[in-house]
């Protein structure tokens, strides 16, 4: 594997200025991917500077840089505070994450993120994980199946589209993405078939990932664990997600400043705050376009903690 080419980072010179690093500080990038922010963040540390980098991806840490200011998670970030903990860290000064899925992942078709490929269906993050889009395709009701296309890929023929799959998974089971795409492409608009397509494929990655509530614990616990003057930097790249990041950033901003957590009761703190840093979303410049396709849909938000 190319590393290389693994990934290109998205608004990368954005990225690093929303994170406004501390060549001493400590950072983490929740989605290392094939490093290619991570490696930027090391190279704007000094030596007293740490980064850690998460992933679940075997491939990710295959490929991780080896650098005394780096250290490897592998690890969804759901669980960012019990590491953090582990490695005797009680606040860090920015969190990165590209929540994204890694062009690397659409072009290793074996995985079945793609319905460019002819693949089983997996679409598990974590290659050890138990549940498969096979597995969702194969036994979820047909009302499940239809929520999930709704909820998540936001289809308004998703009812069609699970009775589809119901009534082809009866004859034969639905095992490749192949075979997925040829039942669910009969029902998309002709004008929008890949783009509607890419919607189901995206539904079922999100639920076999569980990645909205995985999205809102990992918020919760980075809002925690940022030092005040701390940097939260997430770029999404579909309406659900945005809609959550920019709500919690919202919803922070709101909050009783009377709550306390079980440490500030502890300690006797009050909980602090998000501010958001940039007052409406960031999304790609023409160059960045131009430079990497795959931001076309990319949107940065930045906060701060008080």
């Known amino acids: ?21 501390n060549p001493k500080g400590t950072y983490i990038d929740l989605t290392y991917g094939g490093g290619g922010h991570s490696k930027e963040i090391v190279k704007r540390l000094s030596p007293e500077g740490h980064l850690y980098g998460f992933d679940q991806d075997l491939d990710a840490m295959k490929g991780a840089m080896q650098d005394e200011r780096f250290t490897f998670v592998r690890s969804n970030f759901r669980y960012i505070k019990n590491w953090m903990q582990y490695y005797g860290v009680e606040q860090v000064d920015g969190i ?69 799959i119901a009534k082809a998974r009866a004859k034969n089971e639905i095992q490749t993405t192949g075979q997925l795409a040829e039942v ?50 997430i770029m999404t790249y579909h309406s659900l997600e945005d809609r959550i990041v920019k709500n919690h950033i919202k919803g922070a901003d709101k909050k009783d400043k009377n709550h306390t957590d079980a440490h500030a009761m502890i300690f006797g703190q009050t909980k602090t705050v998000l501010k958001a840093v940039n007052k409406s979303v960031i999304t790609a410049s023409a160059e960045e376009l131009a430079r990497n396709p795959r931001s076309r849909s990319a949107k940065l938000r930045i906060a701060e903690k008080s």
Do not use: W
């Open 184 to 233: 669910a492409s009969p029902l998309l608009g002709y004008d929008r078939e890949k783009k509607d397509l890419a919607r189901v494929f995206q539904a079922l990655r999100i639920e076999v990932n569980g990645e909205m509530k995985v999205l809102k614990q990992m918020l919760d616990q980075a809002t925690d664990i940022l030092a005040p003057g701390g940097r939260l930097v």
């Open 96 to 164: 990165l994450a590209d929540l994204g899925v890694s062009s690397h992942h659409l072009d290793e078709g074996e995985r079945g993120f793609s319905f460019r490929y002819d693949a089983p269906l997996d679409m598990r993050m974590n290659q050890k994980g138990k549940l498969s889009a096979k597995d969702i395709i194969g036994n979820y009701t047909e009302e499940q199946l239809a929520d999930v296309l709704y909820l998540y890929g936001e289809l308004k023929q998703s009812r069609r589209i699970a009775s589809a």
């Open 1 to 21: 594997m190319n590393n290389d080419c693994y990934h290109i980072p998205v608004m990368l010179d954005e990225c690093l200025e929303g994170l406004d690093i």
